[in-house]
């Protein structure tokens, strides 16, 4: 069964830097949509940034000039740069493929789904 896992998460000081990986198991995920999402306690989750195949990127608004999303096909790895964090970006990362290729920002959007990271700001 095709399998996201991520890595990188952890406790880090405000205006600090981290670097998520989210490894596929597959080869075809070179193919796909691949996002990011967070899920603070007591919040929904929520759309951080999406990479397709030929490297077109969606950020939300909140993220834009912070975060930076990438992607290494022949390592099969998605990245998420997230640089000046603030105690608000305090949550559970998750990981997510859309095999259709779309640059959607809804769960729903996606068919895949790691397990997730957290990543804790302190201020």
């Known amino acids: 069964q095709a399998q996201l896992v991520e890595s990188g998460g952890g406790l880090v000081q405000a205006g600090g830097s981290l670097r998520l990986s989210c490894a596929a198991s597959?080869?075809?995920?070179?193919?796909?949509?691949m996002g990011w999402f967070r899920q603070a306690p007591g919040k929904e989750r929520e759309f951080v940034s999406t990479?397709?195949?030929?490297?077109?990127?969606r950020y939300a608004d909140s993220m834009k000039g912070r975060f930076t999303i990438s992607r290494d096909n022949a390592e099969n790895t998605v990245y998420l740069q997230m640089n000046s964090l603030k105690p608000e970006d305090t949550a559970v990362y998750y990981c997510?493929?859309?095999?259709?290729?779309?640059?959607?920002?809804?769960?729903?959007?996606?068919?895949?789904w790691g397990q997730g990271t957290q990543v804790t700001v302190s201020s």
């Open positions: 597959e080869r075809s995920f070179t193919s796909y949509t």
């Open positions: 990479i397709s195949w030929n490297l077109s990127t």
């Open positions: 997510a493929a859309d095999k259709y290729g779309r640059l959607g920002y809804k769960s729903s959007d996606y068919d895949y």
